[in-house]
């Protein structure tokens, strides 16, 4: 399998797509600049970059791409690669009737000139970039990836199934004032509406949602006390409190980890 450079001009960019796809179905590595520079990338150093670990360059000749400095430039670099290397790098291919320049005179050319001639000139340059190894599938394997694929997404829809409805029990225990409350606070922070929907919980008729203990936590912190630590004493219910503060800190340990 062969790593290769495809030297085009963005004009050329629908026949690149199509054929880098096709190369790659082959096994093959394709270079291409839209899917290998990155902003704030060297443009010319990438694309030496790209020419420095390549085993051949595709040059996609077109009547825009004969013009293009930047193709001269890069096809100017693989040709010195070739005289220095003593082996054929560069692979002339046609999409546009052109005059051949000079530096590429006299090699035989991939004619891709028509719609008819794509396949067996496809089949051409694959040869010429030596040992590939076709990732196509059987009907029976395809059948097979679709299979496990609809079973995957069963898998998924019945444990979000399963999620929803304990999220709408849980909501079903809760008093009117509290649901109305989860539900305005979830409308507000999305973020928070995982931890309401199971661990919100009511304190002498207050709707204790993960927003207003992290409000009450800030004022226990710059004023050193506030009432609710009474409620929670009187009622019972630090592990309430305890369980939605260590389930919101789960949460943001994990989106981090991802």
Known sequence: MSKIFLSHTSVDKPFVRKLAADLRNYGHTVWIDEAEINIGDSLIGK?????????????????????????????????????????????????????????????????????????PTLHLLLRSLGDSLSISKSDDEFEKIKKELAEAKEVIQRHKKELKQVVEYNLSTKSKELKERILEENDKHPEYAPINNVYAFDLSGVPITLGYLLWVLAKVKRYGTHQMELLLDIEDKWNEATRMIEAYSDMIASRKSN
């Open 47 to 119: 694309i030496r970059e790209g020419l420095d670990v390549v085993d051949y360059v595709a040059a996609v000749l077109s009547k825009a791409s004969i013009q293009s400095e930047w193709v001269k430039k890069e096809l100017e670099i693989a040709s010195n690669k070739e005289i220095k290397q003593k082996r054929v790098i560069v692979l002339p291919l046609v999409i546009e009737e052109v005059e051949m320049p000079g530096f590429l005179e006299g090699k035989l050319y991939g004619d891709f000139t028509s719609e008819d001639k794509y396949e």
